[in-house]
C-alpha cells in the first residue's frame, strides 16, 4: 500500500527534533519502501505491505527507539490521501494573501460534527470538511481575527496535526511517483 505518514509536533520551536535523513532510515528499518521525506515538518511518502491498523503502532515504536521521543503518527493511505487533497478548493492557497490549513484529524474525533466544535469566525473564517481533515481558510490580513488561534490546547487540538494545503498537494503529488502496487 501507498501511504503518508504525518508526525505530530516534530521540529516546532526547537522541540522534538528529528533529522530527516535518520526518518527515512527508521521507516526502511521497519520495512517500509520508497521512502521519501518532505520538508522537516513530519510528512512520510512510501509503501508497506502492512495494513495501516498496525502499520501506526510499528513506526510509533520505532521512532521512539531510533530518536527516545514519543510521537504520534497519524497514517493516511493514498486514497483518504487523495480525498483530502481534492476536497481543497481549487481557489484555496497559501501565500501572501491567504492561508489555507488542513487540520488531519485522528479517528477518535473524525466525523463532520466536529466543524460544530470549531471556533470558526463568520465573516473571518471558511472551513470545509473532508474525511480525515477540516480544510480551513483565511485572508492573511484576518489571521489575528480568526478563530483558529483558540483551537491550541484544547483537546480537539490535541487529536490533529496540521499541514499547510501546498503541503497537501505535495505529497499527493509524491504518491504518484511511488511505484504502481
Not at 497514517?75 to 487533497?85: G, K, N
Not at 478563530?147 to 487529536?159: E, F, V
Request: glycine share 6%; hydrophobic share 40%; net charge negative.
Amino acid at each position: 500500500m501507498r501511504y503518508v505518514a504525518l508526525l505530530r509536533g516534530i521540529n516546532v520551536g526547537g522541540k522534538k527534533k528529528v533529522e530527516m535523513a535518520r526518518l527515512r532510515e527508521t521507516f526502511t528499518r521497519v520495512g517500509a519502501d520508497h521512502v521519501s521525506t518532505y520538508i522537516a515538518s513530519g510528512n512520510v511518502v512510501f509503501t508497506h505491505s502492512r495494513p495501516a491498523t498496525t502499520l501506526t503502532g510499528v513506526l510509533e515504536r520505532a521512532i521512539e527507539e531510533d530518536f527516545e521521543l514519543s510521537i504520534d503518527v497519524l497514517l493516511r493511505d493514498e486514497p483518504a490521501i487523495r480525498v483530502i487533497a481534492a476536497a481543497i478548493p481549487s481557489t484555496w492557497t497559501n501565500d501572501e494573501t491567504m492561508r489555507t490549513d488542513v487540520l488531519f484529524l485522528w479517528d477518535h474525533v473524525d466525523s463532520e460534527e466536529v466543524v460544530d466544535q470549531l471556533p470558526v469566525r463568520e465573516g473571518i473564517d471558511e472551513v470545509e470538511y473532508a474525511p480525515g481533515a477540516i480544510i480551513w481558510r483565511v485572508d492573511r490580513e484576518n489571521l489575528t481575527k480568526s478563530g483558529k488561534g483558540r483551537l491550541a490546547g484544547t483537546d480537539l487540538y490535541k487529536a490533529m496535526t496540521i499541514r499547510n494545503c501546498n503541503t497537501v498537494r505535495r505529497l499527493a503529488t509524491m504518491l504518484d511517483q511511488l511505484p504502481a502496487e
